[in-house]
């Protein structure tokens, strides 16, 4: 397989691991039908203002393999968008581009080496987030295509590329080429882990000018009950059994049946060529779909029902989908403005993508929001369907309150004449590191989340636990062992032979977090007790 080297790319392989955890400091809580009330929804929508590489790695202990879909919409590397470069990799080669614009082609000749060093960290974290039957959605256009298709083979694994599909964005595009407008942009798509599952494009409408399906040349003895099937160019009256068709399929009538008004008055046996087996046609018939026999009783069907269309790799109109132009338009109507935001996604894309694989309790994250038309997406299948899916909006931009979150809440409530969705989400902002720069614990986070934090890293389990009075030093019960974090910020704690008292449920082993230990190895060994030294012996992921 062919390999993608670039300026920086060994120092940034595993700086996901380096970058700091963060912890989410909740800002204030939006519902639609009580504005005023600034409390935590705990609705599962959230919209996360920071750096997105830092965000993502604040949401792995709560969210890793949790996510269903991933759409994002990074930076295309045009060199007319004036992106920053800001990830803080500890390397020379790197350490001088920080804080600078990237620019264009011909006055920074390492934009694609900044461009996947900043996707790379980003897009291994996405990997961690997706479910197992999770896929994620990359738009983007010419000038980083190449590239991101071999970034993307390398962290999701060729084998799980899905397709590549073409947006036609634009009928009239800006002029940024002189040697051609750009009418199309492109959607890339891997699965965490390739399944056999068909997507689900738009649903067929059956009309009645639909071309009838014709059957296949194989002989079948099938049974129709009454007024099932209907007879073409036959007078009322008794069908009578015996030969017709051609001579090479002489589809026979097996008993007489009586017509009433065009259809089988009772049962009706033929032995004919078609598609489906009985059980098959039993199923259809259940269904609502239409058999027709013509005089020379050749069967044939026509469906009330289609199941959803395998999405076609063009994405226009013909799907339902909007252009930039349109999406435009629908941002000035939102805020009651122009120029609320240069070239934003239309929600009828982000529904149709979302929509091949996503169920009704889905998660939808997108790290690079933008304007929020993901959540917009999201709020308007919701609607549709009934559904509960959730958002997880990330952007670092100061905007994310006044555009991203205002969207939202514009879209939850009303505007112009569009009626409200209604729904509730929280807004974050990136808080304080977990750990010191001297490897100590940053006691400012609070110890709860220090709790969820050693409890993922021992079990890669969200800590959902309430913790209890009696108790208080139990993190939880997984897999038949007990997790202790015997943890006080005013006091340094020392695991006793008295202090194994904290230990208050039974279990299969016991792991205890202290900061110090005086029980003899032999006496832990035989009680199935683990000791881990805070802080040396906390994970970092």
Same mark, same amino acid.
């Given at each position: 397989?062919?390999?993608?080297?670039?300026?920086?790319?060994?120092?940034?392989?595993?700086?996901?691991?380096?970058?700091?955890?963060?912890?989410?400091?909740?800002?204030?809580?939006?519902?639609?039908?009580?504005?005023?009330?600034?409390?935590?929804?705990?609705?599962?929508?959230?919209? %996360?203002?920071?750096?997105? $590489?830092?965000? +993502? *790695?604040? @949401?792995?202990? &709560?969210?890793? !393999?949790?996510?269903?879909? #991933?759409?994002?919409?990074?930076?295309?590397?045009?060199?007319?968008?004036?992106?920053?470069?800001?990830?803080?990799?500890?390397?020379?080669?790197?350490?001088?581009?920080?804080?600078?614009?990237?620019?264009?082609?011909?006055?920074?000749?390492?934009?694609?080496?900044?461009?996947?060093?900043?996707?790379?960290?980003?897009?291994?974290?996405?990997?961690?987030?997706?479910?197992?039957?999770?896929?994620?959605?990359?738009? %983007?256009?010419?000038?980083? $295509?190449?590239? +991101? *298709?071999? @970034?993307?083979? &390398?962290?999701? !694994?060729?084998?799980?590329? #899905?397709?590549?599909?073409?947006?036609?964005?634009?009928?009239?595009?800006?002029?940024?080429?002189?040697?051609?407008?750009?009418?199309?942009?492109?959607?890339?798509?891997?699965?965490?882990?390739?399944?056999?599952?068909?997507?689900?494009?738009?649903?067929?409408?059956?009309?009645?000018?639909?071309?009838?399906?014709?059957?296949?040349?194989?002989?079948k003895v099938l049974q129709?009950?009454?007024?099932?099937?209907?007879?073409?160019?036959?007078?009322?009256?008794?069908?009578?059994?015996?030969?017709?068709?051609?001579?090479?399929?002489?589809?026979?009538?097996?008993?007489?049946?009586?017509?009433?008004?065009?259809?089988?008055?009772?049962?009706?046996?033929?032995?004919?060529?078609?598609?489906?087996?009985?059980?098959?046609?039993?199923?259809?018939?259940?269904?609502?779909?239409?058999?027709?026999?013509?005089?020379?009783?050749?069967?044939?069907?026509?469906?009330?029902?289609?199941?959803?269309?395998?999405?076609?790799?063009?994405?226009?109109?013909?799907?339902?989908?909007?252009?930039?132009?349109?999406?435009?338009?629908?941002?000035?109507?939102?805020?009651?403005?122009?120029?609320?935001?240069?070239?934003?996604?239309?929600?009828?894309?982000?529904?149709?993508?979302?929509?091949?694989?996503?169920?009704?309790?889905?998660?939808?994250?997108?790290?690079?929001?933008?304007?929020?038309?993901?959540?917009h997406a999201v709020l308007?299948?919701?609607?549709?369907?009934?559904?509960?899916?959730?958002?997880?909006?990330?952007?670092?931009?100061?905007?994310?309150?006044?555009i991203t979150a205002e969207?939202?809440?514009?879209?939850?409530?009303?505007?112009?004449?569009?009626?409200?969705?209604?729904?509730?989400?929280?807004?974050?902002?990136?808080?304080?590191?977990?750990?010191?720069?001297?490897?100590?614990?940053?006691?400012?986070?609070?110890?709860?989340?220090?709790?969820?934090?050693?409890?993922?890293?021992?079990?890669?389990?969200?800590?959902?636990?309430?913790?209890?009075?009696?108790?208080?030093?139990?993190?939880?019960?997984?897999?038949?062992?007990?997790?202790?974090?015997?943890?006080?910020?005013?006091?340094?704690?020392?695991?006793?032979?008295?202090?194994?008292?904290?230990?208050?449920?039974?279990?299969?082993?016991?792991?205890?977090?202290?900061?110090?230990?005086?029980?003899?190895?032999?006496?832990?060994?035989?009680?199935?007790?683990?000791?881990?030294?805070?802080?040396?012996?906390?994970?970092?992921?």
């Amino acid at each position: 397989m062919p390999t993608l080297n670039w300026i920086g790319k060994e120092k940034v392989v595993n700086h996901y691991l380096e970058v700091p955890y963060k912890v989410l400091e909740h800002r204030f809580g939006f519902r639609a039908d009580n504005a005023e009330d600034k409390s935590a929804t705990n609705s599962g929508n959230m919209i %996360i203002h920071g750096d997105n $590489l830092e965000a +993502l *790695k604040a @949401l792995i202990p &709560e969210y890793e !393999g949790k996510v269903k879909c #991933i759409y994002i919409d990074p930076p295309y590397n045009t060199g007319n968008e004036g992106w920053v470069y800001n990830d803080n990799v500890n390397h020379p080669k790197i350490q001088k581009w920080l804080g600078e614009v990237v620019g264009k082609q011909e006055e920074d000749f390492t934009r694609h080496d900044k461009w996947l060093c900043m996707m790379y960290p980003r897009l291994k974290l996405l990997q961690r987030l997706l479910s197992e039957d999770g896929a994620i959605f990359i738009s %983007i256009d010419d000038n980083e $295509l190449a590239n +991101l *298709k071999l @970034l993307c083979d &390398e962290v999701f !694994g060729a084998r799980n590329f #899905i397709g590549q599909w073409h947006w036609f964005k634009s009928a009239t595009p800006p002029n940024l080429s002189y040697k051609i407008k750009k009418n199309l942009e492109y959607v890339l798509v891997y699965e965490k882990d390739k399944t056999s599952i068909k997507y689900k494009g738009i649903q067929k409408i059956s009309k009645s000018d639909d071309p009838i399906i014709k059957p296949q040349n194989t002989m079948k003895v099938l049974q129709f009950p009454p007024k099932s099937i209907q007879f073409k160019g036959l007078p009322d009256g008794v069908v009578k059994a015996g030969v017709y068709g051609t001579k090479t399929y002489p589809n026979k009538l097996l008993a007489d049946v009586e017509i009433e008004n065009g259809y089988n008055k009772g049962i009706a046996v033929f032995e004919n060529r078609f598609i489906w087996v009985q059980s098959k046609l039993d199923e259809e018939l259940n269904n609502g779909t239409r058999i027709n026999c013509s005089k020379a009783l050749v069967l044939s069907y026509k469906k009330s029902n289609y199941d959803p269309e395998v999405p076609p790799n063009l994405i226009d109109s013909s799907v339902g989908v909007d252009t930039t132009e349109e999406a435009g338009k629908l941002l000035e109507k939102i805020f009651g403005k122009k120029g609320v935001f240069e070239y934003p996604k239309s929600p009828s894309l982000i529904e149709y993508l979302i929509g091949f694989l996503s169920d009704s309790n889905s998660i939808i994250l997108d790290s690079f929001a933008g304007s929020g038309t993901t959540a917009h997406a999201v709020l308007n299948l919701n609607k549709k369907d009934g559904g509960k899916r959730k958002f997880i909006l990330v952007e670092m931009e100061d905007y994310a309150d006044t555009i991203t979150a205002e969207r939202v809440r514009r879209v939850m409530n009303g505007y112009a004449d569009t009626e409200g969705t209604g729904g509730s989400f929280d807004f974050y902002e990136l808080g304080e590191t977990l750990f010191k720069a001297d490897g100590t614990l940053n006691e400012a986070v609070g110890e709860d989340r220090i709790r969820e934090y050693v409890y993922y890293t021992e079990t890669k389990q969200h800590l959902s636990r309430q913790r209890e009075d009696l108790n208080r030093y139990l993190l939880d019960t997984w897999n038949g062992v007990g997790y202790y974090l015997y943890y006080e910020p005013d006091h340094e704690t020392a695991l006793t032979y008295d202090r194994l008292s904290i230990i208050r449920e039974k279990a299969e082993r016991y792991i205890v977090y202290a900061d110090t230990c005086t029980i003899d190895k032999d006496y832990m060994t035989e009680k199935n007790i683990i000791f881990r030294k805070i802080p040396r012996d906390i994970q970092k992921f």
